[in-house]
């Protein structure tokens, strides 16, 4: 392996056990973590976005967990940098640092780097933003599904400010945000191995109900109550909290709510998954962490 330091990349969709898993290979190569979550960044959000418990923050160094305020920008780009200095200190002290997470565009500008994209005129910006503002994330989906359909596949539909990016992108240039994704991989100087949970459909889908109904019974509800005053900002257009503002406006049942979060969620992991398996550099396994321990040594010798 030479004199390399080797980041251990773990992705897969939301619900599927990365956290756990995370937490047992840190502990076992004795390193840090780096969150890739779009969500978990953001000191305001908690239940609804599935951070790891306090125990867990206590015993083991995160990075990118509570780290940026609903009003900051947070993209892609912020994230590279953020988490090739955080990797860098890690480095500093330990041979191997863990990511987790499921957002896959962050993990792509971390382990690839970022293309430079096209500049759009302010005016673009701004206008999609308040038709945005006014007709909600569902319209924002529809638009994408109709103009960008490539990108719209791939996933991406937790993060207002991503889905806003990719549309402006289109209707500037003609082309999808993805057609810019396509310099050459940026040699990082430290090696990265990635591994993903593969957890069978079914088995998944129960387990995000049954996580949402946790987070339920954890105040998930209260927590969006105590954020209606700040619920159009973009980090808050997501899964888990606009379904139930739209409880809070009397425009559907609690009941009805869970529902549409569990449903949301459901498809949420879809299409994380059909965007991590066009990655040929992912070794999917199952739950059992002394498999993922297993096949990072033994990788120790390809590099």
């Not at 050459?184 to 990635?194: A, T, V």
Request: aromatic share 10%.
């Amino acid at each position: 392996m030479g004199d390399k330091k080797t980041c251990i990349v773990i992705v897969g969709p939301t619900a599927s056990g990365k956290t756990k898993l995370s937490l047992q290979l840190a502990e076992y190569f004795k390193t840090d973590i780096i969150s890739a979550d779009s969500r978990q960044c953001y000191r305001e959000l908690n239940i609804g976005v599935a951070k790891p418990d306090e125990k867990a923050l206590a015993e083991i160094r995160h990075y990118f967990i509570n780290s940026h305020s609903i009003h900051d920008d947070v993209n892609a780009a912020v994230f590279e940098t953020y988490a090739l200095t955080a990797v860098e200190a890690i480095f500093a002290e330990k041979d191997y640092a863990v990511m987790v997470g499921g957002t896959g565009l962050y993990i792509k500008s971390f382990c690839e780097g970022m293309d430079d994209m096209p500049d759009i005129d302010s005016s673009v910006r701004e206008s999609l933003r308040n038709e945005y503002n006014s007709k909600g994330i569902d319209w924002l989906k529809e638009m994408l599904k109709t103009h960008d359909a490539l990108f719209y596949s791939r996933g991406e539909m937790l993060n207002p400010q991503r889905m806003l990016r990719a549309l402006e992108v289109k209707l500037s240039t003609g082309k999808s945000v993805l057609a810019f994704h396509t310099a050459e991989k940026k040699q990082r100087p430290f090696n990265i191995i990635k591994v993903g949970i593969d957890v069978p459909r079914e088995v998944l889908y129960e387990q995000v109900n049954k996580r949402v109904d946790m987070m339920m019974e954890a105040g998930l509800a209260e927590e969006v109550k105590s954020l209606n005053d700040h619920r159009y900002i973009n980090a808050l257009q997501t899964v888990g909290y606009k379904e139930l503002f739209e409880y809070i406006d009397g425009k559907v049942s609690l009941e009805k709510a869970v529902d549409n979060i569990k449903q949301n969620t459901r498809h949420y992991a879809k299409r994380q998954m059909t965007w991590f398996r066009r990655d040929e550099e992912i070794k999917w396994l199952g739950k059992n962490a002394d498999d993922y321990i297993r096949f990072v040594n033994d990788r120790r010798g390809y590099f």
